[in-house]
């Protein structure tokens, strides 16, 4: 296949152009415009993207960057909903091909939904990010034309060692500093980024799969049940709460979203596709990221 991709310097981005280019596929980053909101990405129109079987679109402003400021906040939107929406019109104009628009978004969509099991039928949620990924996959709508699948990728927190929040939380967990957030009792749906790139390529090869997709591992846990799985694994005490009034006054709003808040997502859509999880068990997904197998597995097997 011949796939444009936005967003390809990222964790995933650069996990999955590995990935792909390791099984044939022609993968072309798509290079961003700063100089202008209405034309974001250069040398893009309809008949360059007619050049491609599929598009996928993981572009947008890192949400744990910083604290989320009003200014932080309009960029985090606008980064997602400009740029999608920009690709979808474009798409829309197109005939024929790419067949395949694979746009990003977040369970954040669900909001925070304490025990509640979720699926991709559930109801948005309410919050800054329900609010933002509800805006994200409106904008991804307007590829809407004959001929084209839009799948929107609803993405859990992504474990991979290069970067997110497992990148993050290494160090301190190594020095012995890790604990739980606030309660623990918070949901945390999560999934091993080689998984994450595995669902990629399964939703580019199956054309009935279509809208909304949770990309989550089988088995979310508590907040609690993943710091005790992240010392077991790096055999190291974590016995260091962080409490929630001390994150939100570090943190403000995004401590509240992010870290004390949280979902039980399942990939319905997925199981029901057929897809095998490679990593669906906790301990199993944080021992290969960390230690690299997961990684040097997932391109072995391609």
């Not at 390809?8 to 993968?27: C, F, N, P, Q, W």
């Not at 025990?115 to 039928?121: L, M, P, S």
């Not at 010392?231 to 005490?237: E, I, N, S, W, Y």
Request: overall charge positive; aromatic content about 6%; some cysteine.
């Amino acid at each position: 296949m011949k796939i444009a991709l936005a967003g390809a310097s990222g964790m995933i981005g650069t996990a999955l152009t590995e990935y792909l280019k390791s099984r044939g596929d022609v993968v072309v980053a798509l290079k961003r415009n700063p100089d202008s909101k209405t034309q974001p990405f250069l040398g893009v129109d309809p008949d360059y993207l007619m050049e491609f079987d599929a598009v996928i679109n993981l572009a947008g402003e890192n949400i744990a960057a910083k604290r989320w400021s009003d200014e932080q906040k309009k960029l985090i939107l606008d980064s997602r909903v400009e740029t999608t929406e920009f690709l979808a019109r474009t798409l829309a104009k197109t005939k024929g091909k790419p067949q395949v628009f694979i746009s990003g978004s977040a369970i954040g969509y669900y909001g925070n939904r304490n025990d509640e099991v979720i699926d991709e039928n559930s109801s948005v949620g309410k919050g800054f990010l329900a609010d933002v990924c509800k805006a994200w996959e409106g904008a991804a709508d307007h590829a809407c034309r004959d001929g084209l699948r839009i799948v929107k990728l609803r993405t859990g927190v992504v474990l991979g060692k290069s970067g997110g929040a497992l990148a993050k939380m290494l160090l301190p967990f190594q020095m012995g500093a890790g604990g739980i957030l606030g309660s623990g009792k918070q949901y945390m749906s999560w999934i091993a980024l080689a998984d994450a790139v595995r669902v990629i390529d399964f939703i580019l090869k199956s054309s009935d799969i279509t809208g909304p997709v949770n990309m989550t591992a089988p088995h979310p846990v508590t907040n609690a049940e993943f710091t005790a799985a992240m010392g077991k694994v790096l055999h190291r005490p974590a016995v260091l709460p962080a409490p929630a009034f001390a994150l939100k006054v570090i943190l403000g709003q995004m401590a509240e979203e992010m870290l004390l808040e949280g979902a039980k997502v399942m990939p319905r859509k997925l199981e029901k596709a057929g897809f095998k999880f490679d990593y669906g068990n906790l301990n199993a997904a944080l021992s290969a990221e960390i230690s690299g197998e997961a990684a040097s597995k997932h391109l072995q097997t391609v």
